[in-house]
């Protein structure tokens, strides 16, 4: 790899921007796909974006046949990451779930009873307000954000930032009846129908699950199903 490309690829990562290396196999040409632009000697077409979106969804390189020739695509994903908010039964088999499949995963709960390192063993714990833990955090593409407290002086303003973030997935605990109050309450802070469909509520896959085990088990396949079925990254679109 050029000096040039490997200073933007590092300066990506800084930035937990996602990028994808793409290599012309018999020429050695290279590019790289971040940040909205293309940069290098390949030049790259919509196939190659598209299959660049693809491995990134997959957090897997691949060879590609594109413009007559093999192209290695090697993704370079900043690291998953997970917020809970509240320390409660569900999160505790949520976050080490989510530390098993892959998440850097941290819980936020101001209330010290609950916050405890003891309920959760080898997982950040953080005894902040919820909007002040995630403007610390500073969620990204490649973060989840699940609320459980039911309690909207911790869920919303939880909610509020990270419909303001890039956050890949944001669900939210309650039946429906309790979302539609959340979404009114959301609602009259500003936020619209555009914002509303980013929360995934009641959270979780619909499979009847009913003890914190089986919800935590529905949430954690939205999240996955959201994470690999995401629409194509803004890293790996078209050269400006």
Same mark, same amino acid.
């Given at each position: 790899m050029k000096r040039d490309l490997l200073d933007r690829l590092l300066a990506a990562k800084a930035a937990k921007q996602p990028a994808v290396l793409a290599t012309r196999l018999n020429t050695g040409e290279q590019s790289l796909l971040t940040g909205g632009a293309a940069t290098g000697e390949l030049a790259v077409s919509p196939s190659i974006q598209s299959s660049a979106n693809d491995t990134l969804r997959a957090d897997k390189g691949r060879t590609v046949e594109a413009d007559g020739g093999d192209i290695f695509l090697q993704p370079f994903n900043p690291p998953l990451r997970m917020a809970i908010i509240g320390a409660v039964h569900i999160a505790q088999v949520l976050a080490p779930m989510?530390?098993?499949?892959?998440?850097?995963?941290?819980?936020?709960?101001?209330?010290?009873?609950?916050?405890?390192?003891?309920?959760?063993?080898?997982?950040?714990?953080?005894?902040?307000?919820?909007?002040?833990?995630?403007?610390?955090?500073?969620?990204?593409?490649?973060?989840?954000?699940?609320?459980?407290?039911?309690?909207? *002086?911790?869920?919303?303003?939880?909610?509020?930032?990270?419909?303001?973030?890039?956050?890949?997935?944001?669900?939210?605990?309650?039946?429906? *009846?309790?979302?539609? $109050?959340?979404?009114?309450?959301?609602?009259?802070?500003?936020?619209?129908?555009?914002?509303?469909?980013?929360?995934?509520?009641?959270?979780?896959?619909?499979?009847?699950?009913?003890?914190?085990?089986?919800?935590?088990?529905?949430?954690? $396949?939205?999240?996955?199903?959201?994470?690999?079925?995401?629409?194509?990254?803004? $890293?790996?679109?078209?050269?400006?």
């Amino acid at each position: 790899m050029k000096r040039d490309l490997l200073d933007r690829l590092l300066a990506a990562k800084a930035a937990k921007q996602p990028a994808v290396l793409a290599t012309r196999l018999n020429t050695g040409e290279q590019s790289l796909l971040t940040g909205g632009a293309a940069t290098g000697e390949l030049a790259v077409s919509p196939s190659i974006q598209s299959s660049a979106n693809d491995t990134l969804r997959a957090d897997k390189g691949r060879t590609v046949e594109a413009d007559g020739g093999d192209i290695f695509l090697q993704p370079f994903n900043p690291p998953l990451r997970m917020a809970i908010i509240g320390a409660v039964h569900i999160a505790q088999v949520l976050a080490p779930m989510s530390d098993l499949t892959g998440y850097d995963v941290t819980v936020i709960d101001p209330r010290h009873g609950f916050a405890s390192p003891d309920r959760f063993p080898h997982i950040s714990v953080v005894d902040d307000w919820p909007d002040e833990a995630l403007d610390a955090l500073a969620p990204d593409s490649r973060t989840a954000i699940v609320t459980l407290t039911h309690d909207p *002086k911790l869920d919303d303003p939880a909610l509020e930032r990270a419909l303001r973030s890039d956050a890949f997935y944001i669900g939210s605990l309650g039946s429906k *009846k309790t979302h539609a $109050a959340r979404l009114e309450r959301l609602s009259r802070a500003g936020f619209g129908d555009a914002d509303f469909a980013r929360i995934h509520g009641p959270v979780g896959l619909a499979i009847g699950a009913r003890s914190p085990a089986e919800i935590a088990v529905s949430i954690m $396949a939205q999240v996955t199903q959201a994470l690999r079925e995401a629409p194509a990254l803004a $890293a790996t679109a078209a050269a400006a």
